[in-house]
């Protein structure tokens, strides 16, 4: 069958796709970032990684909120999730790619700082320290950030789980 624009209730369509799997990949480059900070601070690769961060997270967070609407738009079209436990899983997914990238947003602009993405100023700068934003990135930003690693984690596992059934082979609509 020729793979179509849109979802069905047998694949996920061209949109839905590049989305997956062009966010995969930004996702896999933002944390071995993050893992290079935590395990190998002041090396090149370290340099060269953590660099992007913000850029690739703001990059992210616009791909996120396409994503979002592209997922409630496709709702009704999209194949059925093998049980409770997917469905739950993929909205916990869906909750911490918007929250991890929101929360550091509202802790950039609570720091009063300026915010340029490839030479696009996205925030000014130059205004008032807001304690409460500032603060709640310190708790959130990271400790969420690992817990969607996790999560990945488990939903790649998962993936490759129900292979062993034909009956809950999930990856074929997405491969
Ligand atoms: C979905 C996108 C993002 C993911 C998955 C992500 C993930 C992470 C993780 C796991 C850490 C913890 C590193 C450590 O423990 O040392 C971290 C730290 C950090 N992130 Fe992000 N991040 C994202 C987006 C952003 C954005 C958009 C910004 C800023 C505009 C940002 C700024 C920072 C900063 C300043 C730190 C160091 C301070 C801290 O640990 O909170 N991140 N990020
Ligand atoms: C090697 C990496 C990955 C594999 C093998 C994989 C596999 C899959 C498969 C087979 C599905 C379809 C599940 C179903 O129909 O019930 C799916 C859906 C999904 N995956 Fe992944 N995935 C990977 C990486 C990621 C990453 C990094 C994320 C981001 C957090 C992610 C988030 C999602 C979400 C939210 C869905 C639900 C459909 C959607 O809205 O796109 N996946 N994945």
Redesign the pocket.
């Known amino acids: 069958m020729a793979l179509a624009m849109m979802d069905t209730k047998t694949q996920y369509g061209i949109v839905s796709r590049v989305l997956h799997w062009g966010m995969a990949l930004l996702?896999a480059w933002?944390?071995s970032g993050?893992v290079f900070?935590?395990f190998f601070e002041d090396t090149a690769l370290e340099a060269f990684l953590w660099g992007t961060?913000?850029t690739v997270?703001?990059i992210?967070?616009a791909l996120i909120l396409l994503r979002v609407v592209w997922a409630l738009f496709s709702a009704s079209r999209r194949p059925e999730s093998v049980g409770v436990m997917a469905k739950l899983g993929h909205i916990a997914l869906y909750a911490l790619?918007l929250a991890?990238?929101g929360i550091?947003?509202i802790r950039?602009y609570g720091s009063g700082r300026a915010?340029d993405v490839f030479g696009v100023n996205l925030m000014s700068g130059g205004g008032e320290r807001v304690d409460w934003m500032v603060n709640l990135?310190?708790l959130l930003?990271?400790e969420l950030?690992?817990a969607?690693?996790a999560l990945i984690a488990g939903h790649i596992i998962m993936a490759f789980v129900h292979r062993r059934s034909p009956s809950q082979d999930v990856l074929s609509r997405m491969v």
């Open positions: 996702f933002q944390f993050a900070r935590v961060h913000r997270g703001v992210l967070m790619m991890v990238p550091a947003l950039q915010l990135g310190g930003h990271g950030g690992w969607l690693l």
